[in-house]
């Protein structure tokens, strides 16, 4: 199966933790991506974790996966106003030649 | 700029019509996708190609044709539009061949906001 579910929305107050989450169905998946979409923009990659780490960090960014139960999260901390955007998690699989398959997108709304 | 860049940006145009979008990217990238966006976010990607060749054809209307004239370019055409067509399309780019530790990013463009009336 290829879908890569999100919930489709998040709103945090400023200054607060946001986690998105992301559930995806292939097993094979060798990297795991974050990608942001600001309004009218087209999408940027935040980060990205290889299947074989449990864990990155990069500045306020923490990627936590959980290969077992398939599951990927963003934690962003100290959210800002300017974080507010559409996040999509998309995963890449070892079989199926460039092919990435992206998320539903949660949308984070950040409460000043 | 190094950019993926895509024209035009807004394309409102009637049922029926033939349109092309285009894009270019200057990274010397090796792989170029278009995408296709709906009124719900969703991204779903619609074409890939590696060196001017055709890798992922996904179950698209044959009414899409992409042409690929070099590395850098990835057109997209459409002939007799249809209300459905009506969403956000992306053009991206990425470097797939090659070795040790690269995360195989993909660069989005700008996107081109298609309404069909």
């Known amino acids: 199966g290829e879908d890569v579910e999100q919930s489709l929305f998040l709103s945090v107050r400023e200054g607060d933790s946001s986690v998105i989450n992301c559930t995806y169905t292939d097993s094979s998946s060798t990297y795991l991506y974050w990608y942001k979409q600001e309004p009218g923009a087209g999408l940027q990659l935040l980060t990205y974790?290889?299947?074989?780490?449990d864990m990155k960090q990069d500045q306020r960014l923490t990627v936590l996966l959980n290969k077992k139960d398939k599951h990927l999260s963003l934690r962003i901390a100290d959210t800002q106003t300017g974080d507010s955007a559409i996040y999509f998690c998309?995963?890449?699989?070892?079989?199926?030649?460039?092919?990435?398959?992206f998320g539903t997108g949660t949308k984070l709304q950040v409460i000043p | 700029d190094t950019a993926v860049s895509q024209t035009p940006k807004y394309l409102v145009t009637q049922m029926g019509n033939d349109k092309s979008i285009k894009c270019e990217q200057n990274?010397?990238?090796?792989?170029m996708y278009w995408y296709k966006q709906d009124s719900k976010k969703f991204l779903k990607i619609m074409f890939s190609?590696?060196?001017?060749?055709?890798?992922i054809n996904e179950t698209v209307p044959n009414r899409f044709s992409p042409k690929s004239p070099d590395k850098a370019h990835l057109n997209l055409h459409i002939n007799s539009l249809e209300l459905g067509d009506s969403a956000v399309y992306f053009c991206?780019?990425?470097?797939?061949?090659?070795?040790?530790?690269?995360?195989?990013?993909?660069?989005f463009g700008p996107g081109t906001r298609l309404t069909v009336t």
């Open positions: 991206a780019s990425s470097q797939e061949s090659m070795l040790g530790k690269v995360s195989y990013e993909q660069y």
């Open positions: 974790i290889f299947s074989n780490m």
């Open positions: 990274l010397g990238h090796d792989t």
């Open positions: 190609y590696n060196n001017k060749e055709l890798i």
């Open positions: 998309a995963e890449r699989m070892l079989e199926g030649y460039q092919k990435v398959t």
